[in-house]
């Protein structure tokens, strides 16, 4: 059937079933509603505005298309709600003037009656925003214009309309920032959009579905979300702390034992949830719920047949990460943090209990890069941050990491545990930059640093040949002593290391070393070396089995 | 004159100048409103539009002790239902407020000055 003019009964039959269509999908549209204010209104408003208009259509006795259009205006006019409302009747106010005395409306003239209301609504406020049904209006009818001039058919011309306002409104978001934060389209839009999908039904002569499923559900879950975001400020105030999405697909034989009422459906649900979305056809359901006791949700859904598609988040947790990364960052920063390279969790701790900010792990086999270390200083949070590399191979890309970083950052350059844990000792908060640095270096040419390790394959070392797997002991970088046996590489190292002058011993011990090595170890420490004052501490670290430090 | 919300770690001031700013820039984003008002030109019986940049003239802020109230001034298109649109600028102005300054007003008062008959009406 081609349709070349429309009359006034056939646009008013066009409007109710537009209005039908809004009705249906009112619901669906306020879950869009995310802008200007979160008020999940909008939906709602716009079926009453457009009901209005509606009722308006209908007292019309003649069959002249202009006093059908201008009784849609008058009735959107009176019935205005919302911001969506208000656009919407002055879309049509000014489509209805520019159709005012037309019997009949081709499709050229129904084109320009859209242009005329886009100028119309576009005049009615100071400073219109992009991305709302406003611009989903305006594209729309800038395609009508052209396909007014090919189609003179309405059928395929309203296509082509719709087609329009569907790809404006699914850019949306690209408009109004809020829109794509929050991952819906724009809910004005959306319910202009519905408004022509009916028009274009009608005139094809199609029944109105029931629901459209035009708005889809990840938009309103989207929208649901983001609502709820705004009301909770505390993790605590989630009373419903399970979001639980599913979907069931009908099975014959449950459904004669318990047939599906979706009303009865959602008021069940309800009772033990909130921010429920249910949408079912006839295959299957769609739910949405927060629930704190998800089970019973899915025991629900259950009765009606298979479940599927089940995805179940914790909200506590989500809240809590997305609470905690808000308020991380406004920590002020203090005005000094140490950047540290340690192996093992003993050594770790104990530089934290030195006063270390950031412990990065790594060492002899394991180099942190720059990016690492530069991640290190961002954590350390202070205004002046001090890195002890505590590794020659290390020191180089912590002098790196300290060029290219916005704060103010000094390498003290550290080669051994030993010394970054005395050079700790000398830094003192009330101290500059630089004066810090001289008093942690000089601290740390006073310590002795010995090292017990195994080879890992045959070499030779100032004539000292060492086979693999043998044990060697390591003093301020030399290797000096090299056997088999553990023990008696440690001994030996500390006799090398140990003078008259020296004071304390701290020995970290390894995670390879047993609680009898560690015993016959102190035994000999505090026999030999009875001067001096021992302390041991267990480092946890891997490679070194011991790490001997002396004053 | 400043606006004053005592908080747990402190005082936080907002000078009534920025919430004027923020109300109006709220309003004129609202549809329906062609224009702000001043409300100091009512005494020669006169309203004429604010230029854009000036609009949290056409908006004044009151304190009453814990209270904020927040008069604006607004002129609006003919041929829109004026109620509404008045209805939407309280609405969208306190929650912009809420939302940007965490300022929960007591009021927005409307005060329609003037409405504008655009071109071909």
Excluded: W
């Amino acid at each position: 059937m081609s349709l070349q003019e429309l009359d006034g009964k056939t646009f008013a039959a066009m409007v109710v079933q537009g209005s039908r269509y809004l009705s249906n999908n009112a619901q669906m549209i306020d879950a869009l509603n995310v802008f200007p204010v979160p008020d999940g209104d909008t939906g709602t408003n716009m079926n009453l505005s457009m009901t209005s208009g509606q009722q308006e259509v209908k007292n019309v006795t003649t069959d002249h298309a202009g006093d059908v259009a201008k009784a849609l205006a008058k009735g959107l006019l009176m019935g205005a709600r919302g911001n969506s409302g208000v656009i919407l009747s002055q879309l049509f106010r000014g489509f209805s003037k520019s159709l005012e005395h037309k019997t009949t409306i081709t499709t050229v003239e129904y084109a320009s009656a859209m242009k005329q209301g886009v100028e119309t609504a576009y005049k009615a406020v100071m400073k219109p925003v992009e991305g709302t049904v406003l611009t989903v209006a305006r594209e729309a009818s800038e395609e009508a214009e052209k396909a007014a001039e090919e189609e003179k058919d309405f059928i395929p011309f309203l296509e082509r309309v719709v087609k329009a306002a569907k790809k404006s409104l699914d850019h949306t978001p690209e408009l109004l920032p809020v829109l794509k934060e929050v991952g819906v389209v724009d809910s004005g839009g959306q319910g202009f959009l519905t408004i022509y999908e009916g028009f274009l039904s009608n005139l094809k002569g199609e029944e109105v579905p029931e629901a459209d499923s035009g708005v889809s559900m990840d938009d309103m879950v989207s929208a649901e979300h983001h609502k709820l975001n705004q009301d909770f400020m505390d993790t605590a105030d989630i009373h419903y702390g399970y979001c639980t999405e599913f979907m069931v697909k009908f099975e014959e034989d449950k459904l004669q034992e318990t047939p599906y009422d979706e009303e009865a459906f959602r008021e069940h649900l309800s009772e033990f949830g909130d921010s429920l979305l249910v949408v079912s056809d006839d295959e299957l359901i769609r739910v949405h719920v927060h629930v704190e006791e998800p089970g019973r949700a899915l025991s629900l859904g259950q009765q009606y047949g298979r479940l599927t598609n089940i995805k179940i988040e914790n909200m506590r947790e989500q809240h809590t990460s997305l609470v905690g990364e808000a308020s991380s960052p406004s920590k002020e920063k203090s005005e000094y943090g140490i950047v540290t390279v340690a192996m093992g969790d003993g050594v770790k701790k104990l530089f934290e209990s030195l006063g270390a900010s950031v412990v990065i792990e790594g060492g002899q086999t394991m180099n942190p890069s720059t990016q690492d270390l530069s991640k290190a200083i961002e954590q350390a949070h202070a205004n002046r941050v001090i890195i002890l590399p505590n590794n020659k191979n290390i020191i180089m890309s912590a002098e790196q990491a300290a060029e290219i970083a916005e704060d103010q950052v000094t390498v003290v350059p550290s080669k051994t545990i030993p010394q970054g844990m005395s050079a700790m000792l000398g830094y003192s908060p009330e101290s500059t930059m630089e004066e810090n640095k001289q008093a942690m270096t000089s601290m740390m040419s006073d310590v002795k640093t010995g090292q017990v390790t195994y080879a890992v394959r045959d070499t030779s070392f100032n004539g000292m040949t060492i086979e693999k797997d043998h044990f060697m002991g390591i003093f301020d970088g030399d290797i000096t002593v090299s056997n088999p046996e553990r023990l008696d590489v440690a001994k030996g190292l500390l006799s090398e290391m140990i003078d008259e002058d020296d004071e304390i011993l701290t020995i970290i011990y390894g995670e390879e070393v047993t609680e009898e090595e560690l015993a016959e170890m102190k035994d000999y420490a505090e026999a030999e070396f009875e001067e001096m004052e021992l302390e041991i501490h267990e480092g946890g670290q891997p490679i070194y089995s011991y790490i001997f430090s002396i004053e | 004159m400043s606006v004053e919300m005592n908080t747990k770690n402190g005082q936080i001031t907002i000078s009534t100048e920025v919430i004027s700013t923020v109300a109006g820039g709220a309003a004129v984003e609202c549809y329906g409103i062609v224009g702000m008002a001043s409300k100091n030109q009512l005494r020669d019986g006169l309203t004429e539009m604010l230029k854009k940049e000036n609009f949290s003239r056409g908006v004044v802020v009151r304190q009453e002790d814990d209270h904020v109230h927040i008069d604006m001034y607004i002129i609006v298109s003919y041929g829109t239902k004026i109620s509404e649109i008045a209805h939407n600028v309280q609405s969208q102005v306190k929650y912009t407020l809420s939302k940007t300054i965490g300022l929960n007003v007591d009021s927005v008062n409307i005060y329609v000055q003037g409405v504008r008959v655009t071109g071909d009406d």
